[in-house]
């Protein structure tokens, strides 16, 4: 993917739905292809035991709009044993022709950058193009040599309009951050996606939901791309 396309492609949407209950948020991400870094793809906090039919239609169905799909796999803050982070990247692979994978729960501390290094090496030498990492805050400024894209804020509008940005990622491109944003009414997505670009984040995500699991709608800003289309 070159730079302009890559540019064009500003939201990363975590849709952590079934096809089932809501196929109209799958149906309207397809839609909004063009305006979409990827979708990550977590069927039961990472792939679950077998593959899911749901989610191999709906996947099949982004792929062939040309979005790129990450696989979830949760990291653990460095805790979870590498094989079976290893283990689910290997299955989102298999089951669901991921692009690349999410690695969340990333941790932030310098100490585990080897760790963190050891994991995207695999992940890339099992086919995975892409590497996210979700610390959800700024971690040391060593992790932004290893992902492809790094996730420096996820939480809620009113703990991202007191967040501040260290100096340190002006010396990275904005496509190489992430903020995921929750509990953002509608009519507020678009001051969220301003904001981001502001802070030096190329990409973004701002639903409304809240809760344990706010990432269950699709953003305002994917629909109104879709509508534009």
């Known amino acids: 993917m070159n730079r302009t396309a890559t540019a064009r492609r500003r939201l990363l949407v975590p849709l952590y739905v079934h096809p089932a209950a809501d196929p109209g ?3 309207a991400l ?3 292809a063009p305006a979409l870094r990827g979708v990550v793809l ?6 679950g035991h077998r593959p899911d039919p749901a989610f191999t239609a709906v996947t099949a169905r982004l792929r062939a709009a040309g ?6 796999a949760d990291t653990g803050y460095g805790h979870r044993p590498a094989r079976e982070v290893v283990a689910d990247i290997r299955r989102h692979r298999r089951w669901y022709e991921v692009d690349g994978v999410f690695l969340d ?3 932030a501390h310098p100490a585990l950058l080897p760790r963190y290094r050891r994991l995207v090496l695999l992940a890339r030498a099992l ?10 805050t700024h971690p040391d400024p060593g992790y932004a040599h ?5 996730v420096t804020f996820e939480g809620d509008r009113e703990a991202y309009r007191r967040a501040e940005i260290p100096v340190w990622t002006a010396d990275h491109p904005p496509e190489r951050f992430c903020h995921l944003v929750h509990g953002v009414p509608p009519e507020h997505a678009e001051e969220v996606a301003r904001t981001a670009e502001r802070r030096g984040a190329a990409v973004h995500c701002a639903v409304p939901g809240e809760g344990p699991n706010p990432w269950q709608d699709v953003p305002r800003t994917a ?5 534009g289309r």
């Open 25 to 27: 948020a799958w149906s």
């Open 30 to 32: 397809e839609a909004a």
């Open 42 to 47: 977590n069927i039961a906090d990472g792939p």
């Open 105 to 107: 729960q990333a941790a």
């Open 223 to 227: 629909a109104t791309a879709g509508e």
């Open 127 to 136: 086919g995975a193009r892409t590497a996210v990492l979700n610390p959800g």
């Open 146 to 150: 290893l992902a492809d894209l790094l």
């Open 67 to 72: 979005v790129p799909l990450f696989g979830y």
